[in-house]
């Protein structure tokens, strides 16, 4: 089992910037391949982002590339979302999640933490 809690959220103007945090407790947090997601008002839930166990690959939604920064510090057992440039459509709830090595399915989730951006 991993806990995973997200923090950072917040309300933010167009083309400001705002890092999510997700910590986590429980087993080795190393051991997981980490990702971001986001659901927006009336919109299901969509991929943002995803980092490996190492931080040394990362893959990102079109939407947000460019913009948005996956990484994480195993130290710290935390996992963060840099975001900038931040536009009214990205505008979601965001949650955290977790697989285990190699696995393509995403089986620990955060709570989720609000971002509103306004225009």
């Known amino acids: 089992q991993v806990q995973l809690v997200e923090s950072g959220g917040g309300l933010v103007q167009a083309g400001g910037s705002l890092r999510l945090s997700c910590a986590a407790s429980?087993?080795?947090?190393?051991?997981?391949?980490m990702g971001w997601f986001r659901q927006g008002p009336g919109k299901e839930r969509e991929f943002v982002a995803a980092i490996n166990w190492s931080g040394g690959n990362t893959h990102y939604a079109d939407s947000v590339k460019g913009r948005f920064t996956i990484s994480r510090d195993n130290a710290k057992n935390t996992l963060y979302l840099q975001m900038s440039s931040l536009r009214p459509e990205d505008t979601a709830v965001y949650y955290c999640a977790a697989r285990v090595r190699n696995s393509p399915i995403w089986t620990y989730w955060g709570q989720g933490t609000q971002v509103t951006v306004s225009s």
């Open positions: 429980g087993r080795t947090f190393s051991r997981y391949g």
